[in-house]
């Protein structure tokens, strides 16, 4: 890359990254107003108009539009919990119920009435 200096294998990797320094958006949505980087991206985003959720749970009825979340939900079922508390021995299944418990002990409360 020309404006950082990183370097990729494949021609078209490079592209994708120069869109990062350009904002170049060529994957317009033909159902609204937003354009994308990737072609992936605006995958993605079509299924908040199509409702396609191509993620099925293999363990219940239960289907997402992105496989991120279909991921997490399945700790659900399987008990994973990977975040530890680094202050007491509790365990959480997603980052976000991490970050909420250790306000439990710095006291911090971020969101003022």
Do not use: M, V, W
């Not at 494949?10 to 949505?29: F, M, V, W």
């Not at 992936?40 to 363990?59: D, F, V």
Request: overall charge positive.
């Amino acid at each position: 890359c020309n404006q950082c200096d990183k370097a990729f294998s494949l021609k078209g990797d490079l592209i994708k990254h120069q869109r990062t320094h350009t904002g170049e958006k060529p994957y317009q949505c033909n159902q609204c107003d937003k354009a994308f980087s990737l072609q992936s991206y605006l995958i993605k985003h079509q299924r908040t108009h199509t409702g396609e959720k191509p993620y099925q749970c293999n363990q219940c009825d239960k289907a997402f539009s992105l496989k991120g979340n279909l991921i997490r939900h399945q700790r659900t079922h399987t008990g994973d919990k990977q975040y530890q508390c680094n202050q007491c021995d509790k365990s959480f299944s997603l980052n976000s119920f991490l970050i909420e418990h250790q306000r439990t002990h710095t006291g911090d409360k971020p969101y003022q009435c």
